[in-house]
């Protein structure tokens, strides 16, 4: 998937993170907020490669930004619940952002509260 395109930003450097079905895009304008950008098809393939992202500790904020998202499978669910759960054990907000109707209610089964957002924007100034 490295031919999608690099989210915009006003300041601070993407980093990508590249496997064969999705690319994740990091980036952190203060030490208390990590943006994730994701594309492509989170599965059994590639739930590892995201959650390995959040192997080191949280910040204050995350968002993650699922607007990119072609798939989502169980796989993937159970990959954000896990980062979510963990995220609110530590005391930290983790926020998801999608414009996909089909991932969105997708996201609903998971029985963890969440903060949902239709635009990166809105999350930020959540």
């Given amino acids: 998937m490295s031919s999608s ?3 915009s930003s006003d300041s601070g450097d993407w ?3 590249v496997t064969e ?3 994740v895009y990091a980036r952190r304008p203060s030490a208390d907020l990590l ?3 994701v594309v492509g098809e989170i599965d059994f393939l590639t739930a590892g490669a995201l959650t390995r992202l ?3 500790d949280l910040p204050a904020t995350t968002v993650l930004d ?6 989502l499978s169980a796989a993937g669910l159970r990959a954000i619940e896990s980062v979510v759960a963990r995220a609110a054990a530590a005391d ?3 926020l998801l952002v999608t414009d996909n109707p089909a991932v969105t209610q997708l996201l609903r089964l998971i029985d963890v509260a ?3 957002y239709h635009t990166l924007a809105e999350a930020l100034l959540a």
């Fill in 21 to 23: 079905y999705l690319d």
């Fill in 15 to 17: 980093v990508p993170v």
């Fill in 92 to 94: 930290r907000r983790f």
């Fill in 114 to 116: 969440m903060p949902m």
């Fill in 54 to 56: 959040f192997d080191a």
């Fill in 35 to 37: 943006l994730l950008t």
């Fill in 66 to 71: 699922l607007c990119g998202v072609s798939l």
């Fill in 5 to 7: 395109p690099k989210p």
